[in-house]
Structures are given as structure tokens and as C-alpha cells.
């Protein structure tokens, strides 16, 4: 078994586009996929402020008070445009929305009357558009909602009480309305992602992209079996000494190690370009790298087992290794993926693996609370490789 | 040194070998003569206990196949009819793969391997890269990886399908070699130039069933071929064949051709008889050909179609 190992241990040195694939590759989509992802900049999840088209057809004071606070937010960046220009800029997908406050906003807000105030978007960029909905409404009623809410009061004591005096109304507005005190408060803590530096962005780009690859590259491992059986170099193993299922050991065993060596060169490439804090768990992170490991490794064999030729085991497992990309988050985040992907990728190797190193790098779980999941991923590993042991007998080796 | 008795395997419906017997002496060279699909492979790979067969025994020095499956592959080196190696690693290092595999100590394993290459005249070669060489030499270390554990018995699937006639001398070359050295070969193939040039005996396989068995002289008694005398005539006229014909009954004429045959008992007799009719009945010669009785004809006789096909 060990020699068999070591044999393709050789090969793999010897075949540079192998190295390449397996250890530059991943490299260059995770260092991708971190700035993709906004891990770079100096904002969390962010690279740099939406910006915001702002059309004042009202030129009023409060008008202009407005968009001085809005462009004074960290994470909004206001560029003036007249209303025409501003749809068209919208529409030409040049900015993903634009502010349009009318003629009639100062003396509406006096009046009591609703504001005229329109925000014309781009549905597709809705990240930009949820960023801006929240800081806009926020700045909106933390400047003029104390003066839109004492109108609304006014004009409604008027309309229902309208013989009622001036000192009573007064009287009611001041007891009912006190500055400050009316707006329900609620403090915002984030307590995930705090305990260390590493960005969520760049967790998602090595764990995701590392798992991607890693599948990949096992599933060569894999298919070099079905190689071997074309070649014939199979059955002159069967002719020696060696057992049939010291042949698949082998093979397993290699596609752990070299799981195992692509899994920690890729971390080791976040810590060393992007800094990230590999000491945080260092235990559930070596122990994760295992069962990740071992659970894609017996993948790629079970993936070689399960097909005839070597052709057919790569386009099984270029499917299937996209699917489970893609509904376990290797591919696209999960967190921005709909509610139901999110609810069938617990069916992908991908997902257990990602979220075991969110534990680790964004969560900061103590060991006992990951192990759970490394459990989960060894026991998968497991069954795949009892199903490979059984298929491989049945078909690869049958002469 | 090996028996075989009344051996005989089915794949589902297929009835790959049936009723398989023979024996072979040790330090002979048997051949297993058969078109693809005959059962020839299956047959190795039921002496190299790769496939169990359904009925009969194989006993290997001594050893039943059924209980000791690791000291008959200790006994067997088996040349594969592919060219089993790994294309990406040098001649060095596939053979010391290979020859690892039987767990011979490494440096002793290094000598063996030296050796080895220098039987197939490779040893200047030996840090290429197998993807580098050609199908001949490929073939040759193919026959090399079989032999570091110095096996009493090879097996040649085949050895020399697709190489070029100055390797073939040297695979050639290297069987002599072994066979002088006392070893005992089977031989698979389906040149008949080469079972004629090596084997002491012929097992010849159609349709998974031992047609005959024996001695190239043997296998020419029991087919009851015979050498082929032909001789071309300047011109056909039919008065001088019925001439030949009324002396010697069994000649065959071909006005086309302006051919007669007629098979031989001792051609070198039959000859001089031929031509002297000839002649005394007016006919002129205009070149005469002989075809000694060879396996392909036995083949031929035997199972009425062409081995190569």
C-alpha cells in the first residue's frame, strides 16, 4: 500500500500540470475570491461606499440638510445629478440608484403633507439597493422625523378637534411627543466575527475555493484508478503479491495526503498573504483539515467506482462537484443565497466543511462545540469508502 | 512443473474455457496458439490465479491454485500483453516499482534491476522516461519488470504485438536467453513464426476448447497436412494436363493461373516425378513453388479459418 503510495506520489510530482492545478490554481481563485469578496478593503464586507445619485429639485434648506448627512455616512458616497440624467445613469447600469427629492419637500414636511421624495433602482443590485434603504431611512427619520410626526399630530387635531385652543393643542403635542424619548431604541452589538481579524470575506474565499479544488483534484486521484485499469497496470499489480483492496488503500491514501497538503498549503497562503489568524483554534483547525480530508477524498474514490471508463468519471464528477459547489456555498456564499438552497445544502459535503471553518475562523467555537461536524464529516467519509471498497471490487478489479 | 485438468470457466453465458488439459515440462517453452477472443488470456489468468475456474485443477510445482494463491504468484512472472508501466516514470523507476512489489530487499533489488536492463540491452536508457521510448523498447521493460523476482515460470501474453523486426529479435533474443537459463515459459501469441521458432509444445485454442496439443510434429500428424508442390506452366494446353493426369491422378490444374498443385508426401521426391511427366508430355515450365506443411496450414486444416483475421 505504501509503495503504491509513494509510486503515485512520484507521478504526481512528475506531472507539473498536476502541481499546478492542485496548488497555483487554487491559489489564484482564492486570492480572487478574497477581493471579490471584499476581505481586502478597509470596510467589513465591503471594498468601497455605494454611491448615490442625488437629483434637489426642492434646493431647499432642509432638502440640502438631507444630503449633507446622507453623503456624510461612511457607506454612501452622494454625486449630484439633475433627474433626467440620473434614470438614465440608472438605467445604463452606471449606478444602482438614484435619490430624487421634488419641489414641495420643505413645505411638505411644514404641512404634514407626504414627503415627495423618489428613489428610482436597479433590482438586480439588490445588496447596494438593502444598504441604502436602511441608511437612508434611518438618516431621513433621525433628522426630520420629529418635525414629519409633530405636523402629522397638529394637522390631526385640527381636522378632528377644530375648536380646539392653541394652549391645549400645545399642551398635547408636549405631553405626548418629547424629543428624543419617542423613538423606540434598540443597540445594535455584533457578537460573531469579533473575536478576531479575520474577515468573513476572506474565510468564505479559502474555505470555499480550498474545498472547490480539493474535489477536483481528488477526483483525478480517483479517475487514475480507472487509468490504471485502461493502461493494464492494474491487473500486473493483481499478478503480484499485492490484494486487490491494497490497490484502493493505496489510492486512498494518497488522495488523503494530497487532500491534506492542498488543504494546508491553501491556509497557509491566507496566513501568509492575507494575514489570516491560522492559531485561533489551531487543534479544530488541524483536526478539520482532516476529516475534510478524508470525507473528499472518499468522494473522489467512490466517484471513480462508480463509473466504467475514465472519461465517464470525469464528467460525473465535474457534476457532481459543481452541484455540490454550488448548493454547499463553495462557489457563492450561503448567506446571500435563497432560503431554500440554504435549506438543501446541508446535502453537500461542501456545506459541513465550510461551516466547520466558519466555526473556527468567524464563529471562534471552542473545539467541543466543531466536533459535531468533524464527526459528521468522518462518518461520511466512511460509508463513501465502504461503498467504494464494495464497488471497487465489483467493478474495477473484476477481470 | 504445471498441470492443468479439465479446466473450465464461464462468464455469465460465455463459456470463455472449456475443458482445458495439458501439462508442460519444466524449463520448456509451451505455446498457447489462438486467434483474440480464443480464451488465451483467460487461461493465463486462471495459471496466474487471477480467476478461479469454475471446474477442474491447476496444480503449479507441487502447489494447487485454489489453496495458495501467494507462493504461485511468488513462482509466476507474468508479461501482460499491454505495455504495463507507468509512461511518466523512468525505466529505473518503474522497475523498481515493480520488482518493490515483491518484497526483495532495495539494495539487492538495485543490482537485479541493473541486470535486468542490461538483459534487455536498456541500461544506457534507464533514466528515461518510459513516454520517451519506443513500442519495442516499451515492450522490453515490460518483459524486464517481470523478471526482478526471479520467477521459475513466465508467462508472455502476447510479447511482440505491434514491434518493429530489430526488437523482435531482441525479445526474441531474451527468451532464448531465459529458455537456455532453464526457465519455463508460456508462450501466448498468434504468430505462428514465432510458436514455430520457440516451443517445444502447442496447445492450439479455438472458441475457449484445446483443438490439438503437441509437438510441431505431432500437430502436423494429426492435422494430415501436407507440403504444397506447385508448378507454373509456359502455356495450358488440356491435352498435356490429361497426359499429367492419367500418370499422376491427384494433380489439380488452373487453366487461369496455368498452375498445378498437388499436396506432397516427400516433395523433394515428387518434384523430380512431376517435372519428368511434364516434360515426356510436352509441357514447358515456367517456375516451380514448394510450401513446406507449417502451423498456419496445420491452423488452417484444423480449424478452417485464418488465425490472423
Redesign the interface.
Known sequence: MF?LFK?DL??FF??QRSVILTFLLPVVLITLFAFAYGSLGGYDGRSEPVKLLVTDLDQSRSSKEIIYKIDSLKDIKTIISDSTNAKDLVIKGKYACALIIFKGFQDSLETGNSTPVEMVYDRSREMEIGILQQNLISTLMSLKGDIIVKKRIEKYLKSKFPFIDKSTGDDILKNTFIKDKNRPEIRWTPIVGMKNNTKLGLIQAVAGTSILMLLFSVAGVGSSILEEKE???I????????KGSAILYGKMLFAFFISILQLTAMFLFAWLIFNMDLSINFPALILMIIATAFAVSSLGILLAALAKTRQQALNISTIIILIMSAIGGSMIPLFIMPAILQKIAFLSLNYWAIQGFYDIFWRVLPLEEILPKIALLISIGIVMTLASVQLFKKRIIK? | MITVRSVSKSFGKIEAVRDVSFKINRGEIFGILGPNGAGKSTIV?IL?T??KPDTGDVIIDGINIRDDC?TI??I?G?V???????E??SAF?NMM??G????IPKHELRVKVNNTLGIVDLAKRKDD?IKTFSGGMKRRINIA?SLLHNPRILVLDEPTVGVDPQNRNHIFEVIERLHNEGMTIIYTTHYMEEAERFCDEIAIIDVGHIIALGTLKELRKISDTKDLLTIKLESFNPEIISCIRSAIPSVRADSITRTLEIDCDNISNDISIMTNHIQTAGGVIERIYTRGTNLESIYLKLTGKELRD
Request: aromatic share 12%; hydrophobic share 40%.
Open positions: 509503495k509510486k512520484i507521478l512528475h506531472d493502461n493494464g497496470t491487473h500486473r499489480l493483481l499478478y503480484s503479491p499485492l477481470l | 489468468n496466474n487471477l480467476i501467494d504468484k511468488l509466476m507474468v501482460p500483453q499491454e505495455i504495463a508501466l507507468y511518466e516514470l523507476e516499482f515493480w518493490g512489489l515483491y518484497n522516461r519488470c
